[in-house]
């Protein structure tokens, strides 16, 4: 695979103006090891263009960027991997047209569903809701710690969390069986991204 699959994923969207390439740069220079790119109602153009900065970006540092929802976007700009929803492109379909070497994250709540995605060929899994969070609307239901270690026993496959996530909270979804935590608030949000990057990654590192 083109890129590695770090503890701490830092999801940023591609409309999030001026600021959102500096938010991905602090956090990169804090060690932030996968940068996720999502696209929240921009066009297709906001989306390639913002993914091809963070790509050249996050380079030099050797960050794993992956593109939400979109394995074209993904494969255009050179990203290292695609992560996807519920609703877009079947796994096994994205995989047939991206490739061995492409990172594929699938998206579940349960044991069913999390072992079909891996039999279609998920590297890793995005869990949650973990915690409720006002970051996204329409959301399932928080599935919590429990939901988190079911799913995380049920694949042989990294599972992150993602849903609520902060610093606080990061041992106890590694206790759950997490590998690691997707954030979105808790950084971008943050009033010094780089700090808050910081401060995820050494509860990510501490031992249990």
């Known amino acids: 695979m083109t890129g590695s699959l770090g503890r701490l994923h830092v999801l940023t969207d591609a409309d999030g103006g001026p600021g959102a390439l500096a938010v991905v740069a602090a956090a990169v220079a804090a060690g932030a090891p996968v940068v996720q790119v999502r696209a929240k109602g921009c066009s297709d153009r906001v989306l390639h263009d913002f993914a091809h900065a ?4 996050c380079r030099p540092a050797r960050t794993t960027v992956l593109v939400n929802d979109r394995v074209d976007v993904a494969l255009a700009v050179g990203a290292d991997g695609t992560h996807l929803g519920a609703d877009d492109l079947p796994l096994a ?9 492409h990172l594929l994250g699938g998206t579940a709540r349960d044991p069913q569903r999390a072992r079909q995605l891996v039999a279609e060929g998920a590297d890793y899994l995005g869990v949650g809701p973990a915690f409720a969070t006002t970051t996204k609307t329409g959301l399932p239901a928080p599935i919590g710690l429990a939901g988190i270690a079911a799913v995380a026993t049920a694949v042989p496959v990294p599972v992150i969390a993602i849903g609520g996530v902060t610093a606080a909270r990061v041992g106890q979804l590694l206790a759950a069986g997490a590998a690691g935590v997707a954030v979105v608030g808790a950084v971008t949000a943050a009033a ?6 910081a401060e995820l990654l050494r509860a990510l590192e501490e031992p249990r």
Do not use: F
Request: charged residues 15%; aromatic residues 0%.
């Open 54 to 57: 963070v790509v050249q970006l």
């Open 93 to 101: 379909a994205a995989r047939r047209v991206a490739g061995p070497g």
């Open 192 to 197: 010094d991204p780089g700090a808050a990057t």
